[in-house]
């Protein structure tokens, strides 16, 4: 006897969505990012509180669009920029279909992860949690308290213990956000990495040499503003005036160093990495200014381009009316 006819099975659908990463400063946020991506997008250091903007970067697989948003560390905030900062944070929060919480599971940071667990209760959205750098772990038995933990503290919960640096057990948790998202369509095309514009990078990326480069409050006291972005009618020069404004005449000694070779070091660090993006040649010339006390100024620190932006959080990502509410 014939079998009856069948209907193939649908395909699996298409899923697509915001995913923010929150922790608390240095778990290893943006470090993750860049390893989901395969690029250096988002800036990173030793240094904690180093990512100060909500960032965008794209992550596409076969069966789904994860938009993935950087942000800045989370924690009891008293000063003026670190305030915005981390207000800049729970605006991302806010957005998210699916939280990605990372922590670092080697160093855990207590009043921060408090202070997140706090903010969990009251937002309804899937939960996957990254515990990281595992590979700072000698004995992985350290992690079952910490897992037992987590648990607890948000129910619904996914954990999974992950290196970024390394890349271990990411694919898991892609798999993982994969799962959480929402159906829905491809927000941006296929060879999209971010929505950030280049000129923003390069401020960034020049932010992250004063990390590498010098200690001390330096690189907290500093802030980059691309005064000058052309590219050339060819396409394939750019040339960029940059400034780093600093809060003391002595911080700019120091960022300028001896005879211009510490400025000189950070300028060429960050146009080798443009180049290195874009292809093209670039041209960088960073200038110091001194900007006295600009942390504590309100008006300074939108003006350095910090802080969430007014009006439409999504920044048009995508239409409003897809996003889930809160
Ligand atoms: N050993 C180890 N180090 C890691 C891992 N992930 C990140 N790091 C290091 O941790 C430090 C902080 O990394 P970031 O990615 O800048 O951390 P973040 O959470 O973005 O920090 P903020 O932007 O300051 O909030 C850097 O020195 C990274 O190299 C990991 O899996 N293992
Ligand atoms: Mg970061």
């Given at each position: 006897m014939d079998d009856p006819p069948r209907t193939p099975p649908a395909p699996p659908a298409f899923r697509s969505g915001i995913v923010t990463l929150a922790g608390p400063p240095n778990a290893g946020k943006s470090t993750l990012l860049n390893r989901i991506l395969g690029e250096k997008l988002s800036i990173c250091s030793?240094?904690?509180?180093?990512t100060r903007h909500r960032l965008l970067g794209v992550c596409h697989r076969p069966g789904a669009q994860i938009l993935f948003l950087d942000t800045p560390g989370v924690f009891h905030a008293r000063d003026r920029l670190n305030r915005t900062l981390v207000e800049t944070a729970w605006a991302a929060v806010a957005e998210a279909d699916v939280l990605l919480i990372v922590l670092d599971a080697a160093r855990p940071a207590s009043a921060s992860e408090r202070l997140l667990a706090e903010r969990l209760k009251t937002i309804a959205r899937p939960v996957v949690i990254a515990l990281n750098?595992?590979?700072?772990?000698?004995?992985?038995?350290?992690l079952l308290p910490l897992i037992e933990h987590w648990a607890a503290e948000v129910r619904a919960a996914t954990l999974v213990p992950i290196s970024a640096l390394e890349g271990t057990q990411v694919e898991e948790l892609l798999q993982a956000l994969s799962a959480a998202l929402p159906e829905g369509p491809p927000y941006?095309?296929?060879?999209?990495?971010?929505?950030?514009p280049l000129r923003f990078l390069a401020a960034e990326w020049i932010r992250e040499k004063i990390f590498a480069f010098t200690g001390e409050e330096i690189p907290y006291a500093a802030a980059v503003t691309i005064e000058t972005f052309e590219e050339a009618p060819t396409g394939n020069r750019i040339r960029i005036e940059a400034i780093i404004h600093l809060e003391r005449e002595s911080q700019k000694g120091i960022v300028i160093g001896r005879g211009g070779a510490m400025l000189k070091k950070i300028g060429t660090a960050a146009r080798l990495e443009l180049e290195r993006l874009t292809g093209k040649k670039v041209f960088l010339r960073p200038t110091v200014r001194v900007e006295r006390?600009?942390?504590?100024?309100e008006r300074a620190i939108r003006r350095f381009g910090y802080g969430a932006p007014p009006g439409?959080?999504?920044?048009?990502?995508?239409?409003?009316?897809?996003m889930s509410g809160e």
């Open positions: 030793p240094k904690p509180q180093t750098k595992i590979d700072l772990l000698p004995d992985k038995s350290g941006f095309p296929e060879d999209a990495l971010t929505d950030a006390n600009w942390r504590k100024n439409d959080p999504s920044r048009g990502l995508r239409p409003r009316q897809t």
